[in-house]
């Protein structure tokens, strides 16, 4: 059964830092690409960033370009989402996901496994 489990969340102050983890399980299949997805309360969810299965090659929003930075560790079946120079609008659940035989789409319906999400709040 595949899970993937998110941690690393929690409450930090504009222009901070946080680092998010994804543990991947249950795969029986690859490659598989990984994205980062948000939902802030009231708005629709939003692409953050994805990575393909080599990561070779990443996307990001415009949004958070030069400030995120997504990496994986395939041997251990973890993902990465490195954040700095964090704002108040970077607010939201944060979740993991999985898109099998993709190379890291934008489009969230891309995606066949998702993660629970973890809350990031940054304080103005």
């Known amino acids: 059964q595949v899970q993937l489990v998110e941690s690393g969340g929690g409450l930090v102050q504009t222009g901070g830092s946080l680092r998010l983890s994804c543990a991947a399980s249950g795969f029986t299949y690859s490659p598989y690409a990984m994205g980062w997805f948000r939902q802030a309360p009231g708005k629709e969810r939003e692409f953050v960033g994805a990575?393909?299965?080599?990561?070779?090659?990443?996307n990001y929003a415009d949004s958070v370009k030069g400030r995120f930075a997504i990496t994986r560790n395939r041997a251990d079946n973890i993902l990465f989402l490195q954040m700095s120079s964090l704002t108040p609008e970077d607010t939201a659940i944060y979740s993991c996901?999985?898109?099998?035989?993709?190379?890291?789409?934008?489009?969230?319906?891309?995606?066949?496994?998702w993660g629970q999400g973890t809350q990031v709040t940054v304080s103005s």
């Open positions: 990575i393909s299965w080599t990561g070779a090659t990443t």
């Open positions: 996901a999985a898109d099998i035989y993709g190379l890291g789409s934008a489009n969230d319906s891309e995606y066949e496994y």
